[in-house]
């Protein structure tokens, strides 16, 4: 979004000779939901994003804020990452995320609070969805000894392609292991790794690459495509690149500090 929004400032200024500081709460929704720092120019934009976004002239946005009952609080990024962003990204998780895109570009009053409710509806559908595959993930894990393993790879028959990546983010949280979910349909499987802080996931799934249909990522994250008879040698082979290459303590709960302060400060 933030590489967008710098493309249409460079043109504007091209063609009008003049700055652009337009569109600040679309673009103050997207960096927030981005997941990118908030700092330096992002902060600033995302600063500013949120005064625009209280007092948005768009239906669509009126309509969201109506739907997800903001309208008469204060708007933080905590309220666009975990409130707003979620419910226009639900309809791509589940079908076509045109929904959302509508929702913002909308004129129309009456469309816009009927697309918003839709799309509160899909991602309550969407948390539903997540919580069933999560749970099924669970129960292979159970059957997993988790001290032992350097990587968790689940997979099921039919789990929403939409939703694992979010399966896969919260395995890693809560076990502190790179994951790979992957949705089984006829002989193919594809599926989204997920990475622990310091360890490169993308590597890891690289160094599989001749049993994979096709793959790309970056860091931590990254998406795969296999045939369902090489998943076995796919698990092996990841867990024995990531034991040789993870460090102990990228597998341990961590604590930021910002800084020290004694007791007087």
């Known amino acids: 979004v933030g590489v967008a929004f710098k493309l249409c400032q460079a043109l504007w200024q091209k063609m009008r000779g003049k700055a652009f500081t337009g569109d600040l709460d679309i673009v103050a929704l997207g960096t927030v939901a981005d997941v990118v720092p908030l700092l330096g120019e992002n902060r600033k934009i995302v600063q500013q994003g949120?005064?625009?976004?209280?007092?948005?002239?768009?239906?669509?946005?009126?309509?969201?804020?109506?739907a997800t009952e903001l309208q008469e609080k204060e708007i933080t990024a905590g309220h666009i990452g975990f409130v707003l962003a979620p419910r226009l990204n639900a309809a791509g998780r589940l079908a076509s995320a045109l929904r959302g895109v509508e929702l913002l570009l909308t004129e129309d009053g009456e469309e816009a609070q009927a697309i918003a409710e839709e799309l509160d509806a899909a991602n309550r559908e969407r948390q539903a969805v997540e919580q069933e595959i999560l749970q099924a993930a669970e129960k292979q894990i159970e059957e997993t000894d988790v001290k032992q393993a350097h990587v968790l790879v689940l997979h099921g028959e039919g789990w929403h392609p939409g939703v694992i990546g979010i399966v896969a983010s919260r395995v890693t949280e809560q076990y502190y292991r790179p994951a790979v979910v992957l949705t089984r349909s006829g002989d193919m499987a594809t599926g989204s790794a997920r990475s622990v802080t310091g360890f490169d996931v993308y590597k890891a799934v690289q160094s599989c690459a001749d049993l994979l249909e096709n793959f790309g990522g970056h860091t931590y994250a990254a998406g795969l495509t296999l045939r369902v008879d090489k998943v076995p040698e796919f698990s092996q082979r990841f867990e024995a690149y990531v034991a040789e290459h993870i460090l102990d303590e990228q597998t341990q709960p961590t604590l930021d500090i910002t800084a020290v302060l004694d007791f007087n400060e």
Request: charged content about 30%; overall charge positive.
């Open 50 to 66: 949120l005064r625009v976004l209280k007092k948005s002239k768009r239906p669509g946005i009126q309509a969201l804020l109506a």
